[in-house]
């Protein structure tokens, strides 16, 4: 009977203990994700200015926009712990979701009326090596830091980090984006293939963007 009693114990406290550690991860990945994009930010924007690029200057901008949703995630994720019951974890994570959709939305924006100015006005961007390097790098580090927090969405239920995973994914397509249109112009000397570039990345960024606010399946079509 003891014994009974002590496996039915068991098997009721180790759903909140794999939800504990599935929380932990996520807050680890929350935490990584803005660490490194502060640092891509940085370099993205001192490149941007450097080489007058608006494609490296978007995905610049788009970095920090990431860290403040990643930020934003933290804050939802922390407070799921001390949240008393799932009404109100889900009401963290519908804010959670909008605040992501907004930034979003403003970053769009700036990209498209930046990336048209640029391209009437025929400025012409330098080559930016730093810029190559940068996207080519952050292919590899935004394809295994969506996968891993796809993952771990989907083990917590979260809306809000499914969304997040995908503006992750999102960021993997931007660098792929930007690296084309900084190494055209590099390369063959297409200067505008680099406000074209920023053009093309703010298809994803409203779509992200307007799933993120709708609360969609973000990963639906990744």
Not at 170 to 183: D, E, K, T, Y
Request: aromatic share 10%; net charge neutral.
């Amino acid at each position: 009977m003891a014994h009974s009693d002590t496996s039915q114990l068991n098997s009721r406290l180790q759903p909140a203990i794999s939800r504990d550690r599935a929380l932990a991860r996520a807050v680890r990945l929350e935490y990584f994700t803005v660490g490194w994009n502060i640092l891509e930010g940085v370099i993205a924007v001192l490149a941007a200015l450097a080489a007058g690029s608006v494609a490296l200057l978007g995905f610049g901008i788009d970095s920090f926009v990431e860290s403040a949703s990643a930020a934003v995630l933290v804050w939802r994720l922390t407070a799921e712990r001390s949240a008393r019951g799932d009404d109100e974890i889900e009401m963290l994570d519908h804010r959670a979701r909008r605040l992501v959709g907004l930034s979003l939305s403003l970053l769009a924006a700036f990209v498209a009326s930046d990336s048209l100015w640029t391209l009437w006005n025929g400025e012409r961007p330098l080559p930016s090596l730093t810029g190559i390097v940068l996207t080519a790098v952050s292919i590899g580090i935004m394809w295994w830091l969506a996968r891993a927090k796809r993952h771990v969405a989907h083990e917590l239920g979260s809306r809000a980090l499914e969304a997040d995973s995908f503006q992750t994914t999102a960021c993997f397509w931007l660098s792929v984006i930007v690296m084309g249109g900084v190494g055209l112009n590099a390369a063959l000397g297409w200067w505008w293939a680099d406000p074209v570039a920023a053009l093309g990345m703010t298809y994803f960024i409203v779509r992200e963007g307007r799933k993120a606010w709708r609360g969609e399946d973000a990963c639906s079509d990744c």
